[in-house]
């Protein structure tokens, strides 16, 4: 399993179909939960306008169902110690929304557990809602001496939370199959205070500091040491202190004493604990900040791919969304997969890519999008919204964000600055997965002018007739003044022809094109230049 991938389909079914037992190396996991409420994807607005629009991506779907119960009632029939954790929480919680969850989670965790490899890791990212229960369940599948922290990370400043403490923080379960784990050490830096203490240099400019090697306090047999006509106790055995001594590395206080000598530049730093509170959040202003309402810091990531994998390792996220976690560990030269339920996410990820693949990108396989006309009717008779989604990706545009009012007409839209001011244009799609007539173009006709768009785009499933065409045709031509360039106002396209590569006549927007917020380039020229395969041999 050596390519990068990207699976839209509900992520239990692609690990059972298409993911083999003991091929992973790391996962890490962000699974949502928001009882009673809407997932909803935010974009920041590139046309000029500060208010932030949103996109209803899936709606909560953890409710105690028919599906809920049938999956409760699979795991009670395998039994075992997930099927005893079930049962005990079903009688403590009886048949809610949190029940739903855990029977959701419960046979993803199982599974994440058979693909992962033995020397793999496990994290879960969670909150207080939620994060004791996923615990007992963690510890059910992968054994409880396997639980090797939970990870408190402060994740924003402080809250004002009526009648209780301020709740800024999430909670990350770190779990392993067995007692031999990758495992690359990470320290965070000294404080001022430590650093200070250093004030002494040697011969060779390098800082050092003394440190007690006494162990005054403790019982037990001591040693006289040349410098000290005293018997005393020390922390080192005889031979040790005759070492540092051959090495010049103890220092002999006014009173001879004796104490060791430590270099600033030998202390990588201080061990990394649970507590990170050294990761702020994205901010407003942040350059990989893609409005994405749980995204999280790629300096998160990036410390926990670091941590329990290696180059050319691979790493799981079965949640994936907006891609954090993918986007890091291409940029560290891990391979990946990703795993989502919509295709807003696979499309939002393929942007956060791009500058750092650029043509590499179409390198990367999406496993369960449709690649033919009868595919993409199978998936429009299945989901309206996510027909329409994986259409408007075929073209780089994302779907209309909700606005005061009914956006009638308007299923997708593209931002490009125009002409010597770079005033903010946009290109309005259309997508339409059943009957369509000359009718639909005449009102898309009409929602341009409404919108005084630029260009207009109807995608159809179906073959468009004659009168549509030539409906399309009178709408006449839009002049770009970036390349002095005309383009057709209103065009029409099928499904067939974009999968088969059909490029719509619009402006250069490779160059220009502001519809997704994409963080800023990161990798290395080596990385950029290199293939997306990547080599597992030493720098």
Known sequence: MNENLLYYGDNLDIMHRYLDKESVDLVYLDPPFKSNQDYNVLFAEQDGTRAASQIKAFADTWRWDEAATASYFQIMRKGGKVAEAMRAFHTFLGENDMMAYLAMMAPRLVALRRILKPTGSIYLHCDSTASHYLKLLMDAIFGPKNFRNEIVWKRTSAHNDPRRFGANVDTILFYTVSDTWIWNSVYSAHSKEYVARFRHKDTEGRHWADFDLSAKGLTGGGYEYKYKKAKSLWRCPIETMRRYDKEGRLHITKTGGIRLKRYLDETPGVVLQCLWDDIPPINSQAGERLGYPTQKPEALLQRIIEVSSNKGDLVLDPFCGCGTAIAVAQRLKRRWIGIDITHLAITLIKQRLRPNLGKRLKQIKVVGEPVSLADARALAEQDKFQFQCWALGLVDARPAEPKKGADRGIDGRRFFPEGKKRATEQIIFSVKGGHVSVKDVRDLRGVIEREAAAIGVLISLEEPTE?????????????????????????????????????????PLAQVNTTFKVAPKTRSDEEVNGSLEFDDSED
């Open 467 to 507: 009168p549509m065409r030539k409906e399309a045709l009178a709408a006449g031509y839009y002049h770009s003044d970036y390349r002095d360039t005309d383009h057709r106002k209103l065009q029409v396209c099928t499904i067939e022809e974009l999968l088969e590569g059909k490029q719509l006549d619009l402006p």
